[in-house]
């Protein structure tokens, strides 16, 4: 029995830390990843674990798989999408199985707050054969994070631990112990089960079979899944937060509240379906449950097609009683924009002079393919924007460059320019080098020489590393300075072979650039809004279109003052 110590104001991420480091975790990876990131920023605040951030996520799983097989029990966390990186990892760990205990805690982002799409993990359980574990609020990721590695180690199996960015962002009052101290289990040389050849793994094929067998078995008992019986003529199958939204919009309903949803409770789910008329199946994206309870002849209701887009609200839950369609929200949307002062600025503001066909990457300057920069292409997953550069290069004429931002060419861009390298690619590959991580919150990468718990440790060298990738040519340049980097590229594009500038400044939320603010000579100014297309928030046209300058946000960075023909806007010599 857990004996309680105290409660504590916690978010589900900050939640699941706190339960991990109490189960006794040692050892934790990850690359960041919105709205996982700070699973791995809380662990990092344990000196007792050894928290780290990979290089990408296909790394942090093969570290933290490594870690448990080495008997430390340890925690890998990542986005959706960065699961997709680690699936290789994954898939054959399932085979192998663990020593300690090892759990794999992956945030979806239904509504897409901050990615590239919104797939539904749930779908990868069954896929890689490994039970999935869903909490519906911040005390269950607690609670259930230790239940997690009890799984794990009593079926010999990395275990799935689900979060969405409300369960992960949201923040309750959670009841904590203490942290257990575990003994490491030994690390053994055991081939056939860590060396997964088909010799192998066919033997470790028929175990797993067997293992989700008995896991399904499992799924009937565990506490993780339970009925809350109320009325009997309305029932909610439902997991994750469709449970808090279902219990807020009908609190007399019945319920079957789904823990661990693979592999799923058929039994138990068709004795709640025979006590309550009328069942419905409420769940957040794909109908994951609702398929495969109807496939084992369990007839419920479910939710409409409309309802698979887009985030779950309490109030779509009366829609799908009533057999409704979703209807779409209109609120007005803000615009999201570089930072005032963002090194970024100014490099697509060459490119955009340039009219090049601009390969892009995931980080903040993803945004440059916004109107009015719009000077950004392409953009699919990370590390895509030099193949895609190579793709577009080797069957198209024109001018190609790629743009991709420091910790996504160290998260899988460098495999990218040594192959564009090696197929004989031509074009100019922009690393866009702020000094940190900045999209997810400005975590240190390899090239700061900073680890996640602050220690000093070496520099990655990016310009040697794109050197000896076989760059034709290698500058690091001051991306302030517009006229020189649009120069620098065109030069750089009527040579042979790939080349590689490097932009390098830091990112203005971690190094504050203060400099005076210029002003608008109003004599000058054409009131002709090219400044304002430097999509700078500092800068402001009014309905008559003058042009204000907000000195509250202003850096100083000096680009609208390049950018303007005119020379309307000038800085004040006595401020300087
Ligand atoms: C596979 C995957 N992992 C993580 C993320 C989250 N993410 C988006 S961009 C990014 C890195 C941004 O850093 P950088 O390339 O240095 O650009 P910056 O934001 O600093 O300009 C991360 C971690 C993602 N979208 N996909």
């Known amino acids: 029995m857990r004996s309680i ?16 480091w109490e189960a006794g975790v040692g050892f934790a990876s990850s690359y960041p990843g919105t709205p996982a990131t700070e699973i ?10 050894i928290s780290q951030w990979a290089v990408n996520e296909k790394v942090a799983c093969e570290v933290a798989f490594g870690a448990a097989v080495a008997g430390k029990r340890a925690l890998f966390s990542c986005k959706h999408v960065g699961l997709n990186v680690a699936m290789d990892p994954l898939m054959v760990s399932a085979y192998s199985g663990i020593n300690a205990g090892f759990v794999l805690a992956v945030a979806d982002d239904p509504g897409l707050h901050s990615s590239q799409n919104e797939q539904d993990t749930r779908q990868v359980a069954p896929y890689a054969k490994v039970p999935l574990i869903e909490p519906c609020s911040p005390q269950e990721a607690y609670d259930f994070i230790q239940t997690a590695y009890r799984i794990s180690e009593d079926f010999d199996t990395p275990v799935l631990f689900r979060l969405t960015t409300r369960i992960a962002h949201t923040k309750e009052t959670v009841k904590v112990g203490k942290r257990r101290p575990l003994k490491d289990r030994a690390l053994e040389k055991n081939p056939q089960k860590y060396v997964m050849i088909p010799a192998h793994a066919y033997p470790r094929h028929i175990l797993l079979e067997d293992k989700m067998r008995k896991l399904a078995g499992y799924s009937e008992t565990t506490p993780l899944n339970r009925v809350i019986l109320r009325e009997h003529s309305l ?8 449970a808090l939204y279902v219990r807020e919009m009908y ?15 058929l039994a138990m789910i068709r004795g709640f379906v025979k006590k309550v008329k009328k069942v419905f199946v409420v769940e957040e994206l794909d109908h994951f449950l609702e398929e495969k309870i109807r496939a084992a002849g369990i007839a419920v209701r479910a939710k ?35 930072c005032p002062g963002c090194p970024h600025r100014a490099a697509f503001v060459a490119l955009r002079a340039l009219k090049v066909f601009v390969c892009g990457d995931i980080g903040c300057y993803t945004l440059a393919a916004l109107p009015p920069l719009a000077s950004l292409h392409t953009q699919l997953c990370m590390g895509a924007s030099i193949p895609f550069l190579e793709g ?9 460059v790629a743009v991709i931002g420091d910790s996504t060419f160290i998260h899988s861009g460098i495999t990218g320019l040594i192959s564009a390298v090696y197929n004989k690619a031509r074009g100019v590959v922009v690393i866009l080098d702020n000094r940190t991580t900045a999209m997810t919150g400005n975590q240190p990468n390899p090239a700061i020489g900073m680890t996640a718990q602050g220690e000093k440790t070496g520099e990655l060298d990016l310009a040697a590393l794109a050197r000896a990738c076989g760059a034709a040519s290698v500058d690091t340049v001051n991306p302030y300075e517009i006229k020189t980097i649009e120069t620098l590229i065109q030069r750089r594009l009527q040579e042979p072979g790939l080349s590689v500038v490097i932009c390098r400044a ?3 939320l971690l190094e504050r650039l203060r400099k005076p603010s210029p002003r608008v000579n109003a004599e ?15 800068l402001i046209r009014d309905e008559q279109k003058t042009i204000i300058i907000d000195s509250a946000i202003c850096t100083g960075c000096g680009i609208c003052v390049q950018s303007c023909p005119f020379g309307a806007l000038e800085y004040d010599e006595k401020a300087e």
Not at 40 to 49: D, H, N, Q, R, T
Not at 310 to 336: A, M, N, S, T, W
Not at 392 to 400: F, L, V, W, Y
């Open 506 to 508: 830091p990112c203005r």
């Open 251 to 265: 609190p007399q309903a019945s319920l079957l509240i789904l823990g661990m949803s693979y592999p799923l409770p």
């Open 40 to 49: 791995l920023e809380s662990l990092a605040g344990y000196p007792e674990i």
């Open 304 to 338: 409409k097609p409309s309802f698979r887009v887009g985030e779950l609200r309490p109030e779509h839950i009366p829609l799908i009683v009533k057999g409704k369609d979703k209807q779409e929200q209109k609120l007005p949307k803000r615009r999201p924009v570089l």
């Open 5 to 20: 110590q105290e409660k504590m104001f916690l978010s589900g991420n900050e939640a699941l830390a706190r339960g991990a």
């Open 524 to 538: 000058k100014c054409k009131r002709c809004g090219i400044c304002v297309g430097i999509d700078c928030p500092a």
């Open 392 to 400: 577009i290069q080797k069957n198209h004429s024109g001018k190609m």
């Open 235 to 242: 029932g909610f199958i439902v997991s994750s937060a469709a």
